[in-house]
């Protein structure tokens, strides 16, 4: 497929699992790339792998998720750069974090809050006005199930997936009518360095993962429980009545 033929995406949160693997089938489909990670040398590292492996043009750009007051200035950067040929967005921003500690120490409540809330909006709010404008183009989010119900081992994560996923909703709604599709992605278990060691099951690949993200984003999806079998799961642990579920050790 000719370079640049389906438009450049920004992918941020660019050296995590998920995101390699979501970048690499954005390319083997003939997308640019802008890779954006704190650290913009392994960012590098991503881009020159997928520029040999797909012939497609990317580039590695530093972003901080906890500078906030960066972000601004980072979307304007990237929209000059990218011009109309700027499709689409994927965030991949994640901490999990240690559950335990951020139910007691009030800095590390407030960093997950702010790598898996905060630092989302932050750098949507002026990348959504911009695709708004062009009414064209996709924002794709990488929330979690854990955003469907409070549990006690991880309150803290799922109240910014939670936030986050209801965020989504609200954009997706507002950005219809100007054709821009917002998607959000809500990932189970997936084997990488967030869950490496925490003795999960039902663990999945981030390349089955990723390949369930594209689709989503071709078919124009708005929420996608990844692997399919969440959903049932989540619907059922949500429908456990709260004087119930109170009670049980999740």
């Known amino acids: 497929m000719p370079e640049r033929a389906r438009g450049t995406v920004l992918v941020a949160g660019a050296t995590s699992a998920i995101a390699r693997a979501v970048a690499a089938e954005l390319a083997r489909r003939g997308h640019a790339l802008v890779l954006a990670a704190r650290d913009a040398g392994e960012a590098e590292a ?6 040999v492996r797909h012939g497609i043009s990317a580039r590695a750009v530093a972003f901080d998720a906890l500078d906030f007051a960066s972000h601004v200035a980072f979307a304007e950067r990237v929209i000059a750069d990218e011009g109309d040929s700027l499709a689409g967005v994927v965030v991949a921003l994640g901490w ?34 911009h695709l708004e404008t062009r009414r064209a183009g996709f924002i794709c989010v990488v929330s979690s199930v854990a955003g469907d119900r409070g549990r006690q081992s991880n309150y803290v994560y799922g109240a910014a997936k939670g936030g986050l996923s209801v965020y989504l909703q609200g954009l997706r709604n ?5 054709g821009v599709r917002v998607v959000t992605v809500k990932p189970g278990f997936v084997d990488t360095r967030m ?10 690949s981030p390349a089955r993962v990723a390949r369930g993200i594209v689709r989503a984003i071709d078919r124009g999806a708005d929420v996608v429980y990844l692997p399919g079998f969440w959903r049932p799961v989540m619907l059922a642990i949500r429908a456990v009545p709260e004087r119930i579920f109170k009670r049980l050790k999740l």
């Open 195 to 204: 869950t490496f060691g925490r003795g999960r099951f039902l663990v999945a």
């Open 174 to 178: 507002r950005l219809h009518p100007a």
């Open 46 to 51: 991503v881009a020159a792998d997928l520029r």
């Open 96 to 129: 999990m974090g240690d559950g335990d500690a951020s139910k007691h120490d009030a800095d590390e409540a407030r960093r997950t809050i702010d790598v898996n809330l905060t630092a989302v909006v932050s750098l949507l709010t002026p990348l959504a006005d």
